[in-house]
């Protein structure tokens, strides 16, 4: 991609939190990035004279991506997981494995402590975090210990105090390591600490204000106090930590979003706890009911893992009925490892699905942008995608036997069942603006008398002269607010309201591919057609002046053979079967008379 084209490209990411890839021509990552608002930031590096390192990566970058997260916070931890996976050439900040910090909770413990790691172990201690900034697991350990005097000293240090250390002078420990509180009494204090680790300060806060509240009553002041400002400080810790598992988790989790008949899965690919990276895939939809989205995924899925490696536990956005869960874990299983399902069942996997789904829903979204009939609609400056078009075109010969074609293409695709053909009744010699008038009129009042729905946009085979008559039929029938534009033969001029000079696009634009298709296939349809038509009539007038046989008879020799070649070799008695032994013997005779 140019230069030129990736400024016009990020101009429209979102103004939301996400992380931005850098990728080269062969399509590796080069720079990642994180953003409060992507649109502004990505655009950042399109400024006049950049620095150095915003050269190098430009000078690299043959595309720009993005993924949406909910939060800056999320974006800083996400980005980190994928820096450290992808090792962009240009991220040397974090290529090394500085991770954010976690807080370790040592449950496995009679009296646990607190501490700070960067590393998740699986020792059956509780992890918290990551923590970014990293200062922020700091005041949050600072906290905790102020708050509920959770020992913050090594093992060692705790088995060999024969009396309590600063800390417990500070009012940060409560000295179980000299006996003078008891196991229970330290196990309420953890539990406390815990509902804030994990995010449930509502319960937390309420739990504070009963010890304040009957702390108080029973005249106990310094310690209502505690508890006051403990809760004014608990106000600071706002935004609890949302996307990194503390467990050692590997799975997959999957987002999924739709609309008409186009699907789209977002995995977010988790492992060792840590979102690593993220695939996306569209998909067709039979149609709109749940066990058609059902069965879509679960064919989706399958193609996925196809090809990929697979993960221990895959969270999926909809609960499964039991035989597809078991189809479709019987599936997984066959390709390799046991696979388990999850389903959203708390408030930690439903934001980790919220996050896959947002990012499935903008993939959706990116593809309808890069559509054709998305592409139609901003050339001819309509405001929204051309779901239905539909296309006329006339087919004569030398004004002979005139018909006209109308085909419909929905979303993009021809809809065969909703094709219409047309005798031209009103027009005599070869008139193909009198033609089209017809067909178009015949049409739109019929649309009307009948209460459906009417096109996007009306296309006609033509140029200039041909779009001039379709204008005045719908400003006749008051229709102007339905677009129509044509397309002329040879230049590929795209003539429409928008354009009346004319406008020529690319020869590679999905819209002008959109519109030879409908071109080509009302062309198709309409000739088809008219052979038809000249075909029927020069049967009929090879039989003219046959004593006894009337249109009834010649519409069954015409049925029974395909050309009047066929019927002149065809015997009597093939003949008789079709209109009797009588008018058989009487063809026959003629024949043998007037076409020897
Ligand atoms: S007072 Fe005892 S338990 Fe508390 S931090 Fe010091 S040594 Fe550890």
Partial sequence: MKYEELK?????????????????????IIY????????????????????????NIL?????????LVNSEKEASFIENNYIQFYQPKFNLRLKDDKSFPFLKLAVNDDFPGLSLTRRVEDDGAKYFGPFSPADDARKMMSFLTRAFQIRTCENSVFKSRRRPCLEYDLKMCSAPCVGLINREAYWQEVDRALLLLEGKKTELEHQLRLKMDQASQELKFEEAAHWRDTLKSLERFRETQRVISTRKDNMDIVGYAWQGK????FIFHMRAGRIRSSSGRLLNIPGKDEQQQRRALNEGLLAFYDSQELPDKILLPFQLKKEEAEALCYDLKNRS??????YPDNKKKKVLLELAEQNASLLLEKEEEASPTAELARVLGLDKPVERIEGIDISNTGGDESVGSLVVFDHGQANKAEY???????????????SIREVLSRRLKRLIAENKPLPDLIFIDGGKGQLGVALRVMAELNLNLIP???LAKKEEIIFSSAHPEGLRLDPTSGALKLLQQVRDEAHRFAVGFHRQRRAKKSFSSELDGIPGLGPAGKKKLRLAFEA??????ASEEELSRVVGSKLAKTIKQFLSEHHQ
């Fill in 32 to 55: 990642i990035g994180k953003a409060r608002s992507l649109h502004n930031r990505v655009k950042s590096y399109f400024l006049p004279q950049p620095d150095l390192k915003v050269q």
């Fill in 564 to 569: 009047v070649e066929d019927l002149k070799k």
């Fill in 420 to 434: 219409r053909r047309y005798l031209i009744k009103t027009v005599s010699g070869p008139d193909d603006f009198a």
């Fill in 59 to 67: 000078s690299e970058t043959d595309d720009i991506d993005y993924l």
């Fill in 484 to 486: 129509v534009c044509s």
């Fill in 8 to 28: 016009q490209k990020v101009k429209d990411f979102p103004d939301r939190p996400g992380i931005y890839f850098f990728k080269n021509l062969q399509g590796e």
């Fill in 337 to 342: 490892t046991p696979v388990k399902l999850l």
């Fill in 262 to 265: 186009k699907g789209a899965l």
